[in-house]
């Protein structure tokens, strides 16, 4: 159980275009969802946390207009890289929150996407 | 704020060898600590995790134990496999959160 999908896995574009990342908690259901950023052997960066039906709430430094997040349901948040540029470049990857036990939150990972702007 | 900070890789070992990946955070109050795995190709998995003092979370042979005295969550496996080659993140999250702070990974690679 837990699984989260990401689409697609990997993503070329062209500059100046805008791609859209969808993340998807196939078997339940996700009260919060979070954005990644992770760049070659780095650590993952928290761009985002999202709540199904209210705005994301931005991390410091990422710019919200270029990164929309929208979290239509309790399944599916999608993230869209608009005008998009070389620098974008990088692994995106999502993970889906829900309440495990009733005492903690677990965060289950998607597979990532790979975004690569020419 | 909190962080974490891992021993840098890659690391290479031969099959059987025992495997030690250090980990150090810094935080405020007692956070709840965390190794994923992230083999190629894949997202992150959990591999264990400990939410309080002296803790020792476990799974597939590998343990670690929450260490308040040095703030430490050293990932330890007594004999390691070909299929255990991955990137290996520890993390921490704040008491009451679910958001996490990541070590910068650490690259294991296993030879026969």
């Known amino acids: 159980g837990a699984v989260v999908s990401q689409h697609p896995s990997r993503v070329i574009c062209k500059s100046g275009t805008s791609v859209k990342i969808e993340c998807r908690s196939l078997?339940?259901?996700?009260?919060?969802m979070f954005w990644y950023r992770q760049f070659p052997k780095q650590s993952l960066m928290l761009m985002a946390t999202?709540?199904?039906?209210?705005?994301?709430?931005?991390e410091q430094g990422v710019e919200k207009d270029k990164f929309l997040i929208n979290h239509a349901s309790l399944t599916l948040s999608t993230l869209t890289v608009t005008s998009a540029h070389p620098e974008d470049s990088s692994f995106y990857i999502c993970?889906?929150?829900?309440?495990?036990?009733?005492?903690?939150?677990?965060?289950?990972f998607g597979p990532g996407t790979r975004l690569t702007v020419t | 704020g909190n962080s974490v900070t891992q021993m840098e890789g890659p690391v290479t070992l031969s099959e059987e060898a025992f495997l030690t990946i250090n980990c150090t955070y810094t935080?405020?109050?007692?956070?709840?600590l965390f190794w994923y795995v992230q083999y190629p190709g894949e997202g992150l998995q959990l591999l264990l995790k400990?939410?309080?003092?002296?803790d020792k979370g476990s799974n597939k042979g590998f343990e670690a134990t929450y260490r308040k005295e040095t703030t430490s969550f050293h990932l330890e496996k007594g004999s390691v496999q070909v299929s255990d080659s991955a990137v290996y993140f520890c993390?921490?999250?704040?008491?009451?959160?679910?958001?996490?702070?990541f070590g910068k990974g650490t690259k294991l690679s296993v030879i026969p």
């Open positions: 078997d339940f259901q996700a009260t919060t």
């Open positions: 993390a921490s999250s704040r008491a009451g959160s679910y958001q996490l702070t």
């Open positions: 935080a405020t109050g007692y956070p709840s």
């Open positions: 400990a939410t309080k003092a002296d």
């Open positions: 999202s709540n199904e039906g209210s705005k994301a709430t931005y």
């Open positions: 993970s889906a929150s829900t309440l495990a036990g009733g005492r903690s939150y677990e965060q289950y």
